[in-house]
């Protein structure tokens, strides 16, 4: 029984029956892949599609599909995998039967475990099971997050005899019977449709584990321990281990009375963790739990019991079961929580309401019908709420596909990211909603595990070119539907057999069918020329601005150490080029005591001095490198030339590596001066802080174009700019935009500010040991009907869904519009397919595929309870610095506020309420957009009034474009948290079982300071701690080690490593944020009176500035102009 | 039936629009080519480019020769066409090179349709102004 069970759960998640005679039982489970396939186009003759499918979205090397690919022709599986082929055919196919009583049957498998054989039950699929009794098996499963309890398979095998009974046609009247009162209770003439929809209740415990499984949450179980290594605080002295793991582990539970800490900031609802929290996250025995789920903060309770999550999600359904069955224990948990979470007067009162509500509820039906659909988007009013932003992390909203094993499967929110949790279904219902549609995506994310497949034949659909993925219908063990353009292919032998059991039958257990993230080790038919190895090409400003300052000291210090880690294998190449007026060629010709440099003076029609040993094999010229790169830092001291020819130097990179492709990395220190490509200085100092913007974009086009010359030849050009003056950022920027190269910014650099130092030493680190992907090329595919309207990064864009991407790093984000061109409305489900084709550093050719699925929704508020707030936020930062680049900077703004304007202003027409809403009603999953978009309002890309030097205005605009949403997100609005009281805040386990507070995050205003605070500021680049003025002496000593107050000097940039409670905690938390991080952060630590105390208060961004409104102004004026 | 300068204008009218519909069916082809990929954006571009000013030149030529002929009407309906093209051209993407087009943009869908449209209504004008010159000519051959 208990294997058959096991089974059975294996094999139900990957949306295909079992194999071991259960397909009759299974027959409910025909709407494929959360799909009801009769209710859908797919159900008609692909053969037409086929011809509509543009011939674009075939690969660039449409080479012809080898035999091996084809499907083979006398294939023989084993008799008992094919009947159950044949049945399965069947039953999928002809939807309709099934189907003809479909209020049964969508509970009757509701019980997956069942041990029943084949023959024991009749060959039509209606179950015979008493309706009411299965009905309540299903709740309980799910309630009781027991994933088919004992009780639940013994409850089946009391009604097994029945099966033969004529009892079928009573039972199903019973529920017939029933259902009219189900009806009239909801008065929703939805109702029947959804019923049929409802698919497969997921149990509870799935739902709860799949932030643990998916790691959307960056949560420190997840985290490599090795990444501790480079963190802020290395020292080898202090035992970190197990000496100290041990002693928090009694502490905080003892010290820690479950009595509410006092605060020090008493007259704001701050929303600290409390002690509720801590007592439950001391008593669950898991390691590290993960933190509350948005979903269930954001979701009345009654949504959170919601059991079929199917495509639509009403309010007034999940009501179904909360009017029918009482409530379950572990939710009427969640709700003192919840209000926990949430401070704000109103919203608790209605949760109130809501706990009172629940016990009358047989009662007054209708009228609560219209209650929850208030509740399910549980809107609060923003005037009235100042602290808004939730305690813990803000979660991305879950997709929610009807079918846990899709939801699991589904891509990784990190990874991919879509401005709606649900797409609209058509281009009118979109612009009702006021929402953009777009996709995020960081295609080559640093990944944990991902799976790794070498297979000869990779399965694609033939028509679009899909990759098969965890979304595709199965139309029989043969053959696949494709669910971006609906055409069924056949699935080669191979792709029966199982790599990891080692076994043939079931295609569902493919690791593609498993996983939405997979990589493939591309077949030869994938390289349009062999690999081509690591060519890396540094070119370096040696003028005497960059000598000045400083920074070819750090760079050959840090490439010195650095060189053994460099991306690529045995045939990496390695060139330098300095430049000033002039540029000097570095020859490092076999048989070479030292370098030669060569110095071209002609800069206007470039040459190589010599045809080869410029660019020269790593290892075998290890020697000469070294020996370069220590000769570098002094070889231009004594040079005055203050010419810089960045331009010609480029081209002489061009002409070194065009043969290959690879990567030019530029230090550029001073404006581009002299030869081709030369600038002159466009900004002027006094109009810094002006309302109008001027010289956003090139001055000339010289950059692009030779960018993309570089991108046809698979060059990538990155940018350190390391600049004391203007360098006119929008025009050599272009270099690295259109190459997908990166900019790294420090403006003001000098080698002796160390913390500048040591943050650029750190990003040069990362920069040059981080993956690096070449001659890469990305394709998104999007189900027929959507298409990609703009996008946004550092690409150049070769047709209308590929782009080039001569190299890929793990940073790089990139932005999409999407546009609906048809009407979605027959669809449930639409997927977009990221494509990454690279050659890894070690030469081989790689494909990583993403793909998220994303149902589609009807109706407005729907929609407007779907947006994911940060994604909307992320999108519309690119969208608004195209605007200021094409129209101007005031238009930029403009827009994002009409942005915040329209989508309340459609919340509100969606509320029905009239006009008389006092205040600015939002919805939960809405609430943070008002208060990024104030921030975004005073980045330093969007700000006018201050005074913002242009440059950095640019780079702030290329981040926007490119960073990866979540460090986009802490740019714009960065994580505040009060350090001062470690101690007293809960404490969460990490995977090495160091204990991480969890301070509350804090609004970033002033009155969420205290004097008597220390607060932490994570910029993600950077963190500043700010050290209140009357801050306990116990902290000044035992966290930092300093003596008093006025003892801090303006230089602390490190936290000493101390031996003392207080320090660890600090450490660990700061060790934590930097774990989540491509590489850790600086740390500077500030008085509240020190000079520099300025870089944290100007980061404050609720307040109000001289030239910027508050957020609360913010939201006034909003208030004035929604109607 | 005299061969007057106004009926030289309008063959030469007649002529050059002839060469302008061929450009905007290019133009058309080549938009749609891009927008089924089977173009790279920078080839496209580069053939696209070289050929917008003759095509503004072109039609300046002969409405400086209607005007010179004295045929306003003529002209006036050419007016808003010149008007674009020379507010289109002050308002291009910063490039070294004659043209109008730019590679790394132009995959916009805004842009792409745009420029669709924009060949479409082109020829749809040229054509119809064509049949006019026609009929100018004629008529300014039989009128003396």
Known sequence: MSTHGNMTEQSVPNGLPPQFGKSNIMTPLL????????????????????????????????????????????????????????????????????????????????????????????????????????????????????????????????????????????????????????????????????????????????????????????????????????????????????????????????????????????????????????????????????PPLQSINQQPAAQSSNVPPSNIIQPPKTNLHANRYPVSPQIQNNLPLQSHYQNFAGSQVQQQQRQNVFPNQRTSNVVQAGFNKLWGQENLDLLQCPNILPPTKVEPPRISLGQEFLDAANCSTDIFRCTMTKIPESTSLLQKSRLPLGILIHPFKDLDHLHVIDCSTIVRCRACRTYINPFVFFVDMKRWKCNLCYRVNELPEEFQFDPETKTYGDPSRRPEIKSSTIEYIAPLEYTLRPPQPAVYVFLLDVSRAAVESGYIHTFCNVLTTTLGNLPGDARTQIGFIGYNSALHFYSLADGLNQPHEMTVLDIDDVFLPCPDNLVVNLQ???????????????????????????????????????????????????????????????????????????????????????ALECSCQQIAVDLFIVNSQYVDLATISGISRFSSGCIYHFPLYKASRILQAENFERNLKRYLTRKIGFEAVMRIRCTRGLSIHTFHGNFFVKSTDLLSLPNVNPDAGFGMQVSIDESLSDLHTVCFQAALLYTSSRGERRIRVHTLCVPVASTLPDILASADQQCIVGLLAKMAVDRSMQSSLADAREAFINVAIDILSSYKLSLNLGTDGGGLQVSNCLKLLPLYISA????????????????????????????????????????????????EQSIVLNVDGEEIPQPPHLQLTARCLDSKGAFLMDMGEQMIILIGPSVSEVFLNEALSVSSYNSITDQMYSLPI??????????????????????????????????NRSIFIERLIEDRIETALSYHEFLQHLKTQVK | MVFNFPAFSYIIALIGDAFLIFFSLFHVIAFDELKTDYKNPIDQCNSLNPLVLPEYLLHLLFNVLFAAAGEWFSLLINMPLIAYHINRYRTRPVMSGPGLYDPTSIMNADTLTRCQREGWIKLAFYLLSFFYYLYGMIYSLIST
């Open chain 1, 936 to 983: 975004l309002l005073k980045h330093t890309a969007f700000r006018t009034g201050t005074s913002t030097r242009l440059d950095d205005r640019v780079k702030a605009m290329c981040d926007m474009k490119t960073l990866p949403l979540y460090s986009l997100i802490q740019q714009i609005y960065p994580d505040l948290y009060p350090v001062h009281n470690l101690l």
């Open chain 1, 1058 to 1091: 101390l031996d003392t409670l207080l320090n660890q905690r600090l450490t660990n938390f700061i060790n934590h944020l930097n774990d989540q991080k491509p590489f850790s952060a600086t740390l500077h630590i500030i008085r509240e009176n020190s000079p």
């Open chain 1, 31 to 290: 709407p494929f892949n959360g799909v009801d396939s009769s209710h859908s186009s797919r159900t008609s003759s692909p053969a037409n599609r086929i011809q509509q499918i543009p011939a674009s979205q075939l690969p660039p090397s449409r080479t012809v599909i080898p035999a091996t690919q084809l499907p083979p022709s006398g294939m023989k599986p084993g008799f008992s995998v094919n009947q159950v082929t044949q049945n399965y055919a069947n039953l999928s196919i002809s939807q309709t039967t099934p189907l003809s009583s479909p209020k049964i049957q969508p509970f009757g498998t509701s019980t997956p475990l069942l041990n029943i054989s084949k023959n024991d039950l009749p060959a039509e699929g209606i179950s015979p099971i008493h309706a009411q009794n299965v009905f309540k098996h299903s709740i309980q499963s799910h309630f009781m997050n027991v994933p088919g309890s004992a009780n639940n398979t013994n409850g089946r095998h009391q009604h097994e005899p029945s099966i033969q009974e004529p009892s079928n046609n009573l039972n199903t009247q019973n529920l017939m019977q029933d259902k009219p009162t189900m009806r009239q209770s909801l008065s929703q003439p939805v109702m029947d449709k959804q019923m049929q929809k409802i698919v497969l209740p997921p149990n509870q415990n799935q739902i709860a584990k799949q932030p643990i499984n998916f790691g959307s949450t960056p949560n420190i179980s997840q985290n490599p321990s090795q990444k501790f290594n480079h963190n802020l605080f290395l020292n080898q002295n202090v035992p970190k281990t197990t000496s100290q793991s041990k002693i928090p582990a009694t502490i905080p539970f003892t010290n820690t009375p479950p009595v509410m800490r006092t605060t020090p900031i008493p007259p704001q609802k701050v929303p600290y963790i409390t002690p509720v929290q801590q007592i439950q996250q001391n008593s669950i025995p898991q390691p590290f739990l993960p």
């Open chain 1, 620 to 706: 075998e010229r290890k020697e000469l490198i070294l020996d370069l790169l220590t000769q570098l830092p002094t070889r231009f001291n004594n040079s005055y030339d203050t010419g810089s020819a960045l331009g010609a130097a480029l081209q002489a990179a061009y002409k070194m590596i065009a043969s290959t492709g690879g990567r030019i990395t530029v230090f550029q220190s001073t404006l581009p001066s002299v030869g081709p490509g030369a600038l002159t200085v466009r900004e002027d100092p006094n109009h810094r802080a002006g309302v109008e913007v001027q010289h956003l974009n090139p001055a000339n086009d010289f950059y692009k174009r030779l």
